[in-house]
């Protein structure tokens, strides 16, 4: 079936410091890429949806250029999380959809943890 | 907007039963697609049973199964002969045929199977 592979899956930086998160279609084309943050013990909160080619369309309150995304191939999205901050810390999920009948299929997600 | 709703933060059943998750979900578009995804602790999104609106029999995949009620915008997943992997977050999700293929979800229901 179709995966989506989430780099990395966990990683801890400083505060300050960028951190940028891969989703790779490995064996479909992802036109579009949808990021989503998800806290602890709560839904996932839809972040962004990143199209091959184009700038990405981000939801309300999210800031774009704290949360970078980059989607200049068909088979790869790119979170960048910029001067990092505690705050940050979260659960991140990439997630796109393989055919034409809706089937979304979603990364493995990434913990990010800011010190 | 659309919303999506589960008003059972969590549940609990004994391994072999049966149990139920409610979801509503509040749209005025007639042609939309119903999801719900299972989190287990690995964190990662599995898809469990998907329907079409316009499909009136009720989707079915092995030991899950959904009830939906297109008037009143319900879509209950009923886990039968529930075993212990089942235990995990489940959400209900969301999304019309032309709303950029954007998933909303449900606040999640947090279900624990009993041996």
């Known amino acids: 079936g179709a995966v989506v592979s989430q780099h990395p899956s966990r990683v801890i930086c400083k505060s300050g410091t960028s951190v940028k998160i891969e989703c790779r279609s490995l064996d479909f084309q992802a036109t579009t890429m949808f990021w989503y943050r998800q806290f602890p013990k709560k839904s996932l909160m839809l972040m962004a949806t990143s199209n091959e080619g184009s700038k990405a369309t981000y939801e309300q309150g999210v800031e774009k250029d704290k949360f970078l995304i980059n989607h200049a191939s068909l088979t790869l999205s790119t979170l960048t999380v910029t001067s990092a901050h505690p705050e940050d810390s979260s659960f991140y999920i990439c997630?796109?959809?393989?055919?034409?009948?809706?089937?979304?299929?979603f990364g493995s997600g990434t913990r990010l943890t800011v010190v | 907007a659309q919303t999506v709703t589960q008003s059972q933060p969590e549940m609990s059943v004994q391994e072999a039963e049966t149990v139920t998750l409610s979801c509503t979900y509040d749209t005025s578009e007639n042609n939309y697609y119903l999801f719900w995804y299972k989190q287990p602790p690995s964190r990662q999104m599995i898809l469990v049973i998907r329907q079409e609106a316009y499909k009136q029999q009720n989707a079915t995949e092995n030991r899950f199964s959904v009830n939906f009620q297109k008037a009143a915008k319900s879509f209950s997943l009923k886990i039968s002969d529930s075993q212990l992997g089942d235990t995990a977050m489940y959400f209900c999700?969301?999304?019309?045929?032309?709303?950029?293929?954007?998933?909303?979800f449900g606040g999640g229901t947090r279900l624990m199977v009993k041996p």
């Open positions: 997630s796109a959809i393989p055919g034409r009948n809706y089937g979304y299929t």
């Open positions: 999700a969301f999304t019309e045929s032309n709303a950029g293929n954007m998933l909303t």
